[in-house]
């Protein structure tokens, strides 16, 4: 079982910064994917970014290239999501997600077992 707890979240003003934490417990390893994921109201889930947990690969979505930076430190068993430049249409509840095995498809919620509880990001026009 890993347990997976997000923090960092907030209310922003549009061009602002916010850093995400996903803090890991329980039975990690090396093989295990990270990832961040964004619910805004009325719309689906999706795919923001992801990491190998050795940071040796990246993935990004289309519209927060250049603008987020993820990243892990393994030594504390957290990943980081740096968000720059923020826009109104960030606004969201951020997800952190885990998986055991290296997905196939890495910007696939199925490819995900495991799931923190969401912390909401808020960007201000």
């Known amino acids: 079982q890993v347990q997976l707890v997000e923090s960092g979240g907030g209310l922003v003003q549009a061009g602002g910064s916010l850093r995400l934490s996903c803090a890991a417990s329980?039975?990690?390893?090396?093989?295990?994917?990270m990832g961040w994921f964004r619910q805004a109201p009325g719309k689906e889930r999706e795919f923001v970014a992801a990491?190998?947990?050795?940071?040796?690969?990246?993935y990004y979505t289309g519209s927060v290239k250049g603008r987020f930076t993820i990243s892990s430190d393994n030594a504390k068993n957290t990943v980081h999501l740096q968000m720059n430049s923020l826009k109104p249409e960030d606004t969201a509840v951020y997800y952190c997600?885990?998986?055991?095995?290296?997905?196939?498809?890495?910007?696939?919620?199925?490819?995900?077992?495991?799931w923190g509880q969401g912390t909401q990001v808020t960007v201000s026009s």
């Open positions: 990491i190998s947990w050795s940071g040796s690969s990246t």
């Open positions: 329980g039975r990690t390893g090396s093989n295990y994917a």
């Open positions: 997600a885990a998986n055991q095995y290296t997905p196939y498809k890495w910007n696939a919620s199925y490819e995900y077992r495991y």
